[in-house]
Structures are given as structure tokens and as C-alpha cells.
């Protein structure tokens, strides 16, 4: 099954999305404007496909406050969108790639049969992020520090799942690993921004796919155990799910020490280190 295609994905300065294309790049008043209800009302009616920890937040000063921008990612099987990103095109005419525009087109802007869409959880950011750097090309160099201590993280959070995840188990001095909610955050808040990742150079496609693939079992992990009172991860490690992320933790580590700079940290790593 193939991956999703995300679009809509915006520049923060208060994450490391800070690296997205910024909306107000892509104003364009004219861009179909005489099909834009259309493509507003596909936005709108595009089927849930994740429901995320937190709600967005417009990136126009005068846009609608955060419970008002949703926190659920839709698609139509093909593409994947943030649940506002109607807001952009309908309020302050953003435009679009073409190539989504085309695809809405081709379907008479009708979106398929809930029952039809694939619900894996696979998406690729590919796309949206070289075709926003050619609307806006970004110039910063990467920080070879920054870079580093990225992928020191990274590794750090893989190597502790792949030892036993807990820290009674694995003896790391790593808080997050007592609790789920913190788990979950510290890998898609902390680890795993591969949109800005890629754009600032901190890592390559090779090693995007590689945290991809693992990163697919932590929302697995997530979707079982989102919404319950269980947030004591030794009562939670027995789960099968958590034997599926400790193989694929271990596999991404070996598929990663094929390039030298993750070699260099998996020899230096310790994992009594803060």
C-alpha cells in the first residue's frame, strides 16, 4: 500500500517546524478562485485518518483561536491534509499544489467511500517539502552541533526502546521512559520532525526513511493507547505492540550504523549520560 502524500504542513517558530514553508508565502488570490468553494468543501469533508494530542494554531495573527483549527489529520486515501487547512485556502486564499488540485478535479471534487480508504498509517513528507522550497527556498546552512546532538537524541530514545523501553528495565537516567504521555511526546515533539529535519539538513532521505518505518509503530502504540487512564509504562510493556516497537527499534539502529557519523555515536553512547 502506498503512502499518503501530506500537504499543509505550516512554518512555527516555536518548534522545529520552524523549517515548514510559511503560509503567507503562498498567498494568491486568483489560484481557482472560481472553483475555490470547492475545494473548500473537500477540505472540509475529508475523512479522519489521526487524532493528534494537541489542536493547531492559525499562523495569521487574525486567524480563529487554537480549539477552532482542529486536531485531526484527514485524507482521501491519497492525500493527507491538517483538519484547518480549509481555513487557509477559504479565509486568506493560500494556494495549493497543483498536483492536489488536479487530483480533486479529476474526481469532481467528490472524496471516496470512507470504507474505501486505506487507513494504514503511512505517509511520506517528500513532496510538500521540496515543492515548498522551490515556492520559497530557504538559505540557512545546518548546524553541525545542532545536527549532532539531533541525532544523539534519536538514538538515545532507539536504543532505550530497543533495551527494554522502561527505565526499571533498562537502568537508562531517562525520564520519559516511566511515562506513556511522555514517550509519545518526547518522539513526534522531540525526535521525530522529519519535515524539519530534512529542510535544515540534519538528516538525509536514507535516514528519514529509516525513522519513518519505526516511527509507523509508535503511532500504532499511540492509537491503542490514546484516551486511557494507563500511563504507567511498566504496566504497559507486556503488550505485544511494545515487542513489535522493541524489534523495529533494534532494526532501525542496525539499518542507521551503516553511515559513519551513527556509528561514531553508537560507540560513544552512554546511556547513564543525561
Avoid at 479529476?106 to 513532496?127: G, I, M
Avoid at 522502561?166 to 537502568?171: A, I, K
Amino acid at each position: 500500500m502506498s503512502a499518503k502524500t501530506i500537504i499543509g504542513y505550516w512554518f512555527s517558530s516555536e518548534s522545529e517546524n520552524r523549517y515548514y514553508i510559511h503560509p503567507k508565502d503562498l498567498i494568491d488570490h486568483d489560484w481557482h478562485a472560481d472553483e475555490r468553494d470547492k475545494i473548500v468543501q473537500y477540505l472540509k469533508n475529508g475523512i479522519v485518518f489521526l487524532e493528534l494530542l494537541g489542536h493547531s494554531h492559525c499562523r495569521f495573527e487574525d486567524g480563529p483561536p487554537p480549539n477552532e483549527m482542529g486536531c485531526c489529520d484527514l485524507t482521501d486515501g491519497i492525500w493527507m491534509w491538517p483538519e484547518a487547512l480549509y481555513i487557509y485556502v477559504e479565509k486568506y486564499h493560500v494556494r495549493l499544489p497543483e498536483e492536489f488540485y488536479e487530483h480533486m478535479k479529476k474526481n469532481n471534487f467528490t472524496l471516496p467511500d470512507e470504507n474505501a480508504v486505506d487507513k494504514e498509517y503511512r505517509w511520506s513528507v517528500k513532496f510538500w517539502i521540496e515543492w515548498g522550497n522551490r515556492q520559497a527556498p530557504l538559505k540557512d546552512p545546518p548546524n553541525p552541533e545542532i545536527q549532532r546532538n539531533l541525532k544523539e537524541i534519536i538514538y538515545r530514545f532507539l536504543k532505550a526502546v530497543a533495551d527494554g523501553i522502561t527505565s526499571e528495565r533498562t537502568n537508562y537516567t531517562t525520564p520519559y521512559l516511566d511515562s506513556f504521555t511522555e514517550f509519545i511526546c518526547q518522539w513526534f515533539d522531540g525526535c521525530y520532525q522529519p519535515g524539519a529535519f530534512i529542510e535544515a539538513g540534519y538528516i538525509n532521505w536514507d535516514e528519514f526513511d529509516i525513522l519513518d518505518d519505526f516511527s509507523r509503530g509508535m503511532t500504532r502504540l499511540f492509537e491503542k493507547f490514546k484516551g486511557t487512564d494507563q500511563d504507567n509504562m511498566d504496566l504497559m510493556i507486556d503488550d505485544i505492540l511494545f515487542t513489535h516497537l522493541k524489534y523495529e527499534a533494534e532494526l532501525a539502529l542496525n539499518r542507521l550504523k551503516r553511515f559513519p557519523v551513527w556509528q561514531q555515536i553508537a560507540q560513544n553512547f552512554n546511556p547513564r549520560a543525561q
